[in-house]
């Protein structure tokens, strides 16, 4: 099993990124795929879409089961989303524990 | 949001010693709590689930404790490949939310 992040890069305030988080190994349909971000020497942050206001409005998912992907789509981009950022998997069996978690790819936001 | 605070922030040890790591939520999440370690440059490893049940695979030095808001992580008989950040994190209601992390040093 394995989820491999891409995407990220070096983008100016106000610019958009789009994140893919490619699955193998599992099925994206049957799972449930976080979104975790860690700032430069931070803790870590779930990034939540629908209830952060750090993020609301300006972040927006979507899947491709085609492609077994799940993407992020980060508009608005502010200097404060820069970070890594790692997609993972939820398993219920584990209590929603973070069981399989990518390498990462890191975002930075910055003029 | 549930709110999840651990302490120390960060703490030394030596190799063989024992630590505890502790985290409180802010309002009971029964025993949805999980333990991560992380390395530096490195993802996050799950280490326990569910408050005290081991990752498949984690050294059974590793153990945790706890229900409600009050959880424990100790970790026994330290060796080298321990000294990380750990943190707690809540999978009891969204958004999840992570505890702020203590990092383990020599």
């Known amino acids: 099993v394995q989820l491999v992040e891409s995407g990220g890069g070096l983008v100016q305030p106000g610019g958009s990124l789009r994140l893919s988080c490619a699955i193998s190994?599992?099925?994206?349909?049957?799972?449930?795929i976080n979104w975790v971000r860690q700032a430069p020497g931070k803790g870590l942050e779930w990034v939540s879409i629908?209830?952060?206001?750090?993020v609301k409005g300006r972040f927006t998912l979507s899947r491709d089961t085609s492609k077994n992907t799940l993407y992020l789509q980060m508009n608005s981009l502010r200097p404060e989303d820069t970070a890594v950022y790692y997609c993972?998997?939820?398993?219920?069996?584990?209590?929603?524990?973070?069981?399989?978690w990518g390498l990462g790819t890191m975002v930075t936001v910055s003029s | 949001d549930i709110q999840m605070t651990q302490s120390p922030s960060s703490l030394s040890a030596s190799v063989g010693g024992r630590i505890t790591i502790t985290c409180r939520a802010s309002?009971?999440?029964?025993?949805?709590l999980n333990w991560y370690q992380q390395k530096p440059g490195k993802a996050p490893n799950l280490l326990i689930y569910?408050?005290?049940s081991l990752q498949s695979g984690v050294p059974s030095r590793f153990s945790g404790s706890g229900s409600g808001t009050d959880f424990t992580l100790i970790i026994s008989n330290l060796k080298p490949e321990d000294f990380a950040t750990y943190y707690c994190?809540?999978?009891?209601?969204?958004?999840?939310?992570f505890g702020q992390g203590t990092k383990v040093e020599i």
């Open positions: 993972a998997r939820e398993d219920p069996t584990l209590h929603d524990g973070l069981d399989i």
């Open positions: 190994g599992i099925t994206l349909s049957d799972n449930y």
């Open positions: 629908i209830h952060a206001d750090s």
């Open positions: 309002q009971s999440i029964s025993n949805y």
């Open positions: 569910a408050a005290s």
């Open positions: 994190q809540q999978s009891y209601s969204i958004p999840r939310t």
